[in-house]
């Protein structure tokens, strides 16, 4: 498992709900489709401490099914309350935390912070 590279996918995705346009539904779908969606449960790239987290996240983001040209994922957040929205945008601020603190010589924080941005 590349700890970089599920660090870097995290902290893009935070920065996106924190610093992106648009509704926190919208944000929420941002950060999951331009960043988290290419984190693999099927080749153990999640670790173990934040995989049902991920996993949760991953299914309650792609629940409905696809509209005329829009994905589930854009389905879904557009069914979404805020306040459900909210705690998925927590959820994945949590991830971040853990896996930061997995880290805690901060050999690939910078170098991560530099490539996502």
């Known amino acids: 498992m590349a700890l970089d590279y599920v660090w870097e996918k995290l902290y893009t995705a935070v920065n996106i709900l924190a610093t992106g346009q648009g509704t926190i539904q919208e944000r929420l779908g941002s950060a999951y489709?331009?960043?988290l969606i290419r984190l693999r449960t099927d080749i153990n790239e999640i670790p173990d401490e934040i995989r049902s987290d991920f996993e949760a996240l991953d299914k309650a983001l792609?629940?409905?099914?696809?509209?005329?040209?829009?994905g589930t994922i854009v389905a879904t957040v557009r069914s979404m309350e805020s306040d459900e929205a909210v705690r998925h945008a927590e959820t994945i601020l949590h991830m971040f935390d853990r896996v930061a603190?997995?880290?805690?010589?901060?050999?690939?924080h910078d170098r991560a912070a530099r490539t996502s941005l």
């Open 33 to 35: 489709a331009d960043s």
């Open 62 to 70: 792609t629940r409905e099914e696809a509209k005329g040209d829009e």
């Open 101 to 108: 603190k997995m880290d805690p010589q901060n050999e690939y």
